[in-house]
């Protein structure tokens, strides 16, 4: 069906209005599930590596979702987790499979694409799954948002504060959906500590502590060929490049392992930036703000002679009301919370207190109730009907992100920053500001620059 995407957004909206209710009627749900070919909404994925064929497969089993584009520069090849072979071409194969298998005949529905600009094009594409290197993230959000296509972009929101302020800026300009893959606020153990802690059970709150992973893990398998080549048949390094700098090909820098290296990525600190922190500014209720000041930072750097990313960090960032976040590759992994009055804590499988008793309290239904959201995937799609803001918005993921990015710059500087979160600058440092954006080769500078707001 080929109609202005405009069109079809209303008409989607206006053939689900009972999901309106989603959020606070969550057993609505299943009787939604069931939509007809003409409802469903026409899904494309940019960027067929490992973690968008994760994303793929959570959203096939939605019904309400049919994938009809698979984009990604790369056609076929190993280099993925654990040197696994994917690509375009092998992602396309998967979905076709589930849908012949789920409709009992051959499926061929799926159309394949090498640049992402001819996804965005298409009238009849609703929504985009963009799970790029982060290097690639702001460029394919600003232009669907101007297409008015919703979106699930992976964490980190962007590569640097400035990007991600313009995301933000165009996503709400746009009045498009725009789902973070910061998934752990959809996770209950998370969740549950932040509500305990915004209704006062440890008393005053006075320190968070953020326990990330340290290192540069070989997940491609590729670290030791770091040695320049030649590029590969079907895979186009230079688009994969795109507004980051020239470099010669190796594959230890493409694909799964390019967070390793600082033109793309920010390491492990941005990595999982978008998880850990965004819980810290979940539970201390700064999810639409940011630190002060970001205060002894320090770092040590890869050994390797492509990747360049901290792979042991740690950095404290001090709030307007003096509560301190600890960001660091030392401490338990996940997120504690240290009251007045006791300690809660909380990873992915399991959360705890510092006394039985915190954890058996009930949250009264006049006391702080935090978005409940326990499908990361589906609440995007409940929204994309509904138009209600999702669990993970472009502008809580961006200053969420801004932690890890300050703190990146603080450990290059090897400068305490003071930081002002409503201009988005730093106070008195002309070369910590200058690194707020990173600049982009043509012509993507220009494409950049064209789509913001």
Known sequence: MMMENADRRNFLKQSSLATAAIIAAPMILQSCSEKAASDRINLAVIGAGNQGTNDTRMLLEDERVQITAICD????????????????????????????EKS??????????????????????????????DHWHSIPVLMAAAAKKDIYCQKPLSLTIGEGRAMSDAVSHHNVILQTGSQQRS????????????????????????????????????GLNFY?????????????????????????????????????????????????????????????????KIQNAKASVALHPVWNTASAYYFEAIYKNNIKLIVSSNER???????????????????????????????????????????????????????????????????????????????????????????????????ANRMLRRPMRAPWDKVFEKYRV
């Open 73 to 100: 520069v790369n056609r076929r090849s190993p280099g993925y987790w654990d040197g696994v072979v994917a690509g375009r071409e092998v992602l396309r194969e998967e979905v076709e499979a589930y849908y012949t």
């Open 104 to 133: 009992g005949k051959k499926y061929k529905g799926v159309k394949e694409y090498a640049d992402f600009r001819e996804v965005i094009e298409r009238k009849d594409i609703d929504a985009v799954l963009i799970a790029l290197p």
């Open 187 to 222: 996770n209950h153990h998370f969740r549950r500590v932040c509500e305990l802690v915004r209704n006062g059970r440890i008393g005053a709150l006075h320190t968070v502590k953020c326990g990330l992973p340290p290192g540069t893990p070989d997940f491609g398998r590729t």
């Open 228 to 292: 320049p080549q030649a590029v590969p048949e079907d895979f186009d390094f230079d688009m994969w490049l795109g507004p980051a700098p020239v470099a010669a090909y190796s594959p230890c820098r493409t694909f799964v392992n390019f967070r390793w290296v600082q033109d793309y990525s920010g390491g492990q600190l941005t990595d999982w930036g978008g998880h850990h922190p965004d819980i810290a500014q979940w539970g201390m209720d700064t999810e639409l703000t940011g630190p002060v």
């Open 333 to 431: 992994f996940g997120v504690t919370f240290e009251g007045s009055e006791g300690s809660v804590w909380a990873d992915r499988e399991s959360h705890g207190a510092s006394d039985p008793a915190i954890l058996d309290s009930v949250i009264a239904s006049n006391e702080v109730q935090l978005y409940k959201s326990d499908d990361h995937f589906r609440n995007f799609i409940d929204c994309v009907y509904s138009r209600a803001q999702p669990i993970a918005p472009a502008e809580v993921a961006h200053r969420s992100i801004t932690i890890a990015h300050l703190g990146n710059i603080a450990m290059t500087l090897k400068q305490d920053l003071e930081w002002n979160p409503d201009t988005e600058m730093v106070v008195n440092n002309d070369n």
